[in-house]
Each structure stands twice: as structure tokens, then as C-alpha cells.
């Protein structure tokens, strides 16, 4: 926030100026409400990550709520299966949704194809409901009561596969990541498309002259030319998952039932520190957990900001 | 020939490939729309059928728009998401303008400082989020959220707002300086207007995550009188699992206006993605 009298363009000539106050006051207001809503609790959980209560008193206690959060039996297990799912969450993302997204957008660019406006605006339409929509619709139709999952596995002659996947242990999980996937799978899209769009014509018809076209034309050309994008929608995808609640919460619950399965830190972080049913709310435990997830971001955002995209730039234009 | 009927081949495929997600992504709420408007035998019964005059049924929509207290949540969440895109374009395009515009110590980390929230959910601090709206007996207020979401789409609303202010002509500017205007009627009278299609594109990427979350309307303003729609109806369909009329028809009331607002506007949202706004 500092205002030293300074040029004020890189064309006009040098004067010294006095205080230039609508620069603070241009710049006052957002920089208020962003700090003192965002930066500075966000610097609070850190610090009352390192805080607990101690007979009715807060106490600096070091790291001891992180060594409570990964040993204590009373923790860790729910900590530890949390942090698995959540990562089993991001995993089925990357493996279905970015490459799906990676086709539709490789299919939809193809030129002269008609009905695209029509197909794009179909498949991003899920991405604007809301996860309370989207969580209930999806419970209703893949739920045994209602049998419009057996009776579409039919129509396919698939209707022994069918189970309440939503129920079971073993596939809730997996069953709430692809309802995620059918959600957000316009995002990849639609950013792998913008990227497809930026390629320079020059570059294609060189490729076509060299005879490059088709398949080896999209793997050899146009896939490392897509490669920052990719880079992008990686990082929005970790970075949207390791943050994620309200699907599950809608899906599942709070408790992110059957037994936990489906629960990730998201869940993990609404139970601890608002309390649920006979849980009471613990500020410094919900603080030690977003903190763990702060941590994972960070370092995510890190490795992409520093490591990816620096290797990608030379395949720029 | 036969490169012609390979490549026909290609494009049926394609096609059929599309058709086929196309369908995976709109069924979902098509079966929803449907069903919300038959009887209760018929939605069990034949779930694919379309509503015939002799299963046709509004009953789940009397029975939601006659207890829940809808019009009450569709106001909060309108006022919301009002508010806070009015106070997120404001600030965010002022702030833009003074990094984009201006030379001044600090500038670089200023925009470094603003872009954090980029990439950093603001759902990471809420502990302290509930604790100082608690202290300042903001909780249970609309203001609360307004607060929240405009703290939480500045950053990236002053990301593009700044890299379209960029391209505003400095001699039009320059212009104005010469002719007298404040600096303030330089940016309300002739940049604002200038970058109105880039306020669009915030508008529309800051409505979407605010109209939809849930997270802080659960944990900062879950009364009866603050309760937001996407809240309202979270709670409200807990409460009917059994009446399969009711959820359906308070699927279809919500799903509603998200519908309308995208049929109109979809032409404009995709633009503002594809037209490298966001690269």
C-alpha cells in the first residue's frame, strides 16, 4: 500500500508528484474486505492450529494437535481414512474426468462439425446445478426403490451388475466420485476446447502437409500444444478436490456413510470443528485440519507453480 | 472414395459419441422434470414415461410451494448473489484499475497478494471465518455471506478485470486527463464502460460457485430467515425423503431458474470461457 510519489507511465515525463490518494482509495476497499475476510482468518486457523485447550484455558501447544490429529487412536483413523479417500477422490477425477474432458473437447473442435454448439451447451449444463441438485438426483436414480438403474442396465442387458452402490462400503466412493465427474467434466472441457481453438491454423496445415493428420496429428501436434491447459485443469482439479464437501454432505450425509467410506477432509473438517449429533465442535482440532488441508494445497499449487508449469513454457507459443 | 467414406464413418462416430455423453448429461434432469409432474403410482411405475393426461399431477408442487417456505429462500439467495456481484465488480474493477493503470512501489505484490485467493479456498479459514462473525454478531445475517463471497470472488475478478483494463487505450485516457477529469471520472466514465463485456464474464463466474454453495450458508447463516435456496432446499428434501411428489418437485423449482438463466445466457458464458478470459 505504499504511495511514494513515482512516474506515472513508462511515456511521460518525470515529476515528482505528491501522495497519489486514489490509487489507496482504488485499491482500499478490496484490499479491506479480502484481507479481513480471507487472509486474515485464514492466518488465524493457521495459528489456532497450534492452540488447545488446556483446563478451560488456550494454551500454545506446539505441533501437539498435529501429533493428536496423525497418533491419537482417537483421530488418527478417521485422519488417515479421510486423507486416503479424499485421495482415491482425486485420483478417479484425473483418471475419468480430465481425459474425458480431454476427448470431448478433442471430438467438439473438430472443424466443420455440426450440432457443436448444441453438444457443448448440453454436457456443461450439469456444471451450473448446484451439488445438492445433482446429489439428490443422482441418490434418486441409483436408488433400489426406484428402478430406473435396473431398468436402463437392462435395456443394455447389463441388469445382474446392478447394486446399491450408494450403500455398500466398497463402491460408495467410487459411486459419489463419478457423480462428481459427471458434474464437472464441462470444466475440462470447456478449457481443453478454448486451448484447441488458440492452436495457429499454420501449425495444422504444416502437420497436414507433412502428412500428419487424424490420430497421430492429435498425439503428435495437438496434445503437447494442450499441455498448459492440461497443466491448468490439473491443478483446478486438485485443488477443487481436496477442498470438496458438499456433494458428500448431500450424498451421504455429514458422517459420509456406509461406515466412513465415502468420507474426505472436507466431511472431516465440517464434523470437527461444527460438531455433528453427539460430536461436540473442537475450534482447535477443525483448525489443525484445515491447516493439514492448507498444507496439501499449498504444496500442490507449489509443485505445479514451480515444477509443471516452468517445463511446460517451451511448448508455448 | 473410400478416403471420403472413412472420414463419413469418423464423423458418424463423433456424432454418436457426442449424442451419447449429450444425453448422459441432460437425462439426469430430464427423468427429474418428468417425473415431478405425475402421480405417485406412475412415477414408480414408469419412470421413463412422459406425464400423460392420465398421470399428469402437480400435487409434489402443492405440497412444496405450501409448506416450505420457498419465496423466503429464493429472495435471500437473490439479494445474496446480488450483492455480492455489485461489490465484487465494484471493488474488484477498482482495485484492477489501480495495478493496471498506475505505477507505484508495492504494486507487483500487491497483485501477488490479491491473486492468493486465487488459488486458496477461503473455506480453508472458516473456523476463525465463524469465530469473528460471531464476535461482531454478524451470524445469521445475510451480510455475513455478502461479506464472505465478495472477499471470495475479488481475486479472480481483479485477475481479468486487470488484464482487459490493460487494453484500454492510454491516449483516450490521456484524453480525459487533458480535458480535466479526476482520475475517479476517468475510471467510472471512461474505462468502466470500456471493459462492460469482461464485468460480464466476472458476473457470471462469481454467480455460479455463490448461488450454489453450501458450505457457508450451513455454517454461518442456517436460520429460518437467512436460509439461501440451494440451503433451503438441502433441508427441506431431507425432511420429504419418503414423499417422492414433493422432491421431485422441489428438484424441478430449483433446478428451474439455473435452466432459464442458462438457455438465455449460455451463448455468452461459453464465449467468456473459450474467448481466453480465463488462459
Known sequence: MSNTPSTHDATGPVIKRPTRWHIVVFLLPAFIVYSAVMILPLVETLRLSLFNTVDGQSTFVGLGNFKVLFGDERWAHDFWNALKNNFIFFVIHMLVQNPMGVALAAMLSLPKLRFASFYRTAIFLPTLLSFVIVGFIWKLILSPIWGVSPFLLDVVGLKSLFSPWLGKPGSALIAVSLISVWQYVGIPMMLIYAALLNIPEEVIEAAECDGVTGWSQFWKIKLPLILPAIGIISILTFVGNFNAFDLIYTVQGALAGPDGSTDILGTLLYRTFFGFQLQLGDRSMGATIATVMFLIILAGVSLYLFVIQRRMRRYQF | ?279
Not at chain 2, 26 to 43: G, H
Not at chain 2, 200 to 224: G, K, R
Not at chain 2, 256 to 271: D, E, K, M, T
Open chain 2, 1 to 279: 472414395m473410400s478416403k471420403a467414406r472413412a472420414s463419413l464413418t469418423r464423423t458418424s462416430l463423433v456424432h454418436l459419441a457426442l449424442i451419447s455423453y449429450a444425453i448422459i448429461s441432460v437425462f439426469p434432469v430430464f427423468l427429474t422434470l418428468i417425473n415431478s409432474m405425475k402421480d405417485r403410482n406412475a412415477i414408480f411405475r414408469n419412470p421413463m414415461q412422459l406425464p400423460s393426461p392420465k398421470t399428469f399431477d402437480l400435487v409434489g408442487y402443492y405440497t412444496v410451494l405450501g409448506q416450505g417456505d420457498f419465496a423466503t429462500y429464493f429472495q435471500n439467495s437473490f439479494i445474496v448473489t446480488v450483492a455480492s456481484i455489485a461489490l465484487v465488480l465494484l471493488f474488484g474493477a477498482m482495485a484492477a484499475f489501480a495495478l493496471s493503470e498506475y505505477r507505484f512501489r508495492g504494486n507487483t505484490l500487491m497483485g501477488l497478494y490479491l491473486a492468493i485467493g486465487i488459488m486458496i479456498p477461503i473455506r480453508l479459514g472458516t473456523v476463525a471465518i465463524l469465530q469473528g462473525m460471531v464476535a461482531t454478531g454478524l451470524v445469521n445475517t445475510l451480510t455475513a455471506l455478502v461479506l464472505v463471497y465478495t472477499a471470495q470472488g475479488i481475486p479472480l475478478a481483479v485477475f481479468i478485470l486487470s488484464e482487459f483494463m490493460r487494453t484500454v487505450s492510454d491516449d483516450l485516457k490521456n484524453a480525459g486527463r487533458i480535458d480535466g477529469l479526476s482520475e475517479y471520472a476517468i475510471f467510472f466514465r471512461l474505462v468502466l464502460p470500456l471493459v462492460r463485456p469482461a464485468m460480464a464474464t466476472v458476473a457470471v463466474f462469481t454467480m455460479i460457485p455463490i448461488w450454489n454453495d453450501l458450505w457457508f450458508p450451513l455454517i454461518l447463516a442456517p436460520s429460518e430467515a437467512t436460509k439461501t435456496v440451494t440451503l433451503g432446499s438441502q433441508i427441506f428434501i431431507g425432511q420429504f425423503v419418503t414423499n417422492w411428489n414433493a422432491v421431485l418437485a422441489a428438484l424441478s423449482l430449483a433446478i428451474f431458474p439455473v435452466l432459464v438463466l442458462y438457455l438465455v445466457f449460455s451463448r455468452q458464458l461459453i464465449r467468456g470461457i473459450t474467448s481466453g478470459a480465463v488462459k
